[in-house]
């Protein structure tokens, strides 16, 4: 809001896209940790990308690790099972820790909440307008819905024919 370099008649729309979209990330990185560290969930994308792998492969060549290991010639089958199947919750709970964080870095912030905040946004800035003008005492905007700066795509721009010499800045103001 008193960020000088933002026009004033699209401050108000900048401040409130930056409070909806850090309302909605908070909200979706909240609830993508609370949903893939459920270990039912977890259990369900473990399996479905790494469980035939865990089951088989990497079972036997952890067996033949361990089989020629000094330190474990006396373990039998279920002592081996055991550890494979701590192995196996740890590398599970790696990789819920690593899906949350992807799904709410790249999937939640880049893709889900800019869909989401730009239309929050624009009921928001409606709101501090509507506030900004019972502070001054004016009487509350019209409803200009679809008039945000962000939506104002037909307006016409000129440019000058060639012949003409323009100062840059007289055109950026036009």
């Not at 709101?127 to 819905?145: F, I």
């Not at 012949?163 to 055109?171: G, H, L, M, R």
Request: with cysteine.
């Amino acid at each position: 809001m008193h960020n000088k370099e933002i026009p004033d008649d699209k401050r108000n729309f900048v401040t409130a896209l930056d409070l909806t979209n850090g309302l909605l990330m908070i909200a979706f990185q909240l609830g993508m940790f609370f949903t893939v560290q459920n270990k039912v969930c977890q259990s369900k994308m473990f399996n479905a990308a790494f469980g035939k792998l865990f089951n088989r492969p990497l079972k036997k060549a952890y067996q033949s690790i361990v089989k020629n290991s000094s330190q474990f010639k006396d373990m039998n089958d279920i002592k081996f099972s055991q550890k494979f199947e701590k192995i196996r919750s740890d590398v599970k709970d790696a990789f819920g820790g690593l899906v949350s964080l992807v799904a709410a870095s790249i999937v939640g912030k880049r893709v889900i909440v800019p869909f989401i905040a730009t239309p929050l946004a624009d009921g928001v800035e409606k709101k501090l307008n509507e506030r900004s003008a019972r502070k001054k005492g004016l009487p509350l905007p019209e409803n200009t819905k679809g008039a945000t700066p962000s939506m104002q795509g037909n307006q016409v721009v000129v440019i000058p024919a060639k012949s003409q010499k323009v100062d840059a800045q007289d055109w950026l103001n036009n």
